[in-house]
């Protein structure tokens, strides 16, 4: 870790960059750190850091590089860990929710197309193929922060179907 000074004047410049600043200080130091930190003002610092309760104490945001993505988050440590949890949950409930509507609408449009072919009704058959259609869509009625999916917002760009699956990401963080 270290410090960035300013050339001219011994002041603190508006970014400061510190990469694992405890990884050698003692328990004393450590405090002191924290303390300066959180006394700077008008300065932005940019922390890399294993230390969780140092991380806890000095951050208001955290910043994730994940994926080629970057995503960001209000709060510290602490917080981007349950924030992060709960989301997960919330995929999964999603994705449960949508799997379990899929199969029954498939499983109630094989019976109608069976007993439409059974009867000879191509009415029947030709809205059982509509509805079919309908299916690859499904899952679709909200986007991932809840709000109605609309297509030409939610969906931008060129893909090989109308819908997303849900994605449910693996845990990155060990659980101390």
Do not use: C
Not at 25 to 48: E, H, K, N
């Amino acid at each position: 870790g270290g410090f960035i000074f300013g050339y001219d004047t011994g002041q603190i410049s508006d970014i400061l960059l510190m990469d694992e600043p405890t990884n050698h200080l003692d328990l004393p130091a450590i405090i002191w750190l924290q303390d300066y930190l959180s006394q700077i003002s008008d300065v932005t610092i940019v922390v890399v850091s294993h230390d969780r309760a140092f991380l806890n104490s000095v951050t208001e945001e955290i910043i994730v590089f994940k994926d080629q993505k970057l995503t960001y988050h209000t709060g510290n440590f602490d917080e981007y860990l349950e924030h992060t949890e709960e989301k997960q949950k919330y995929m999964e409930r999603m994705a449960a929710a949508i799997e379990r509507k899929r199969t029954a609408a498939e499983r109630s449009v094989q019976t109608a197309m069976t007993q439409a072919r059974r009867a000879g009704d191509d009415k029947k058959m030709a809205q059982m193929a509509s509805r079919q259609r309908k299916l690859e869509r499904m899952g679709m009625e909200v986007n991932e922060k809840g709000h109605r999916f609309k297509l030409n917002r939610d969906r931008v760009g060129f893909y090989n179907s109308t819908r997303d699956d849900v994605e449910l990401e693996q845990s990155d963080v060990a659980p101390n």
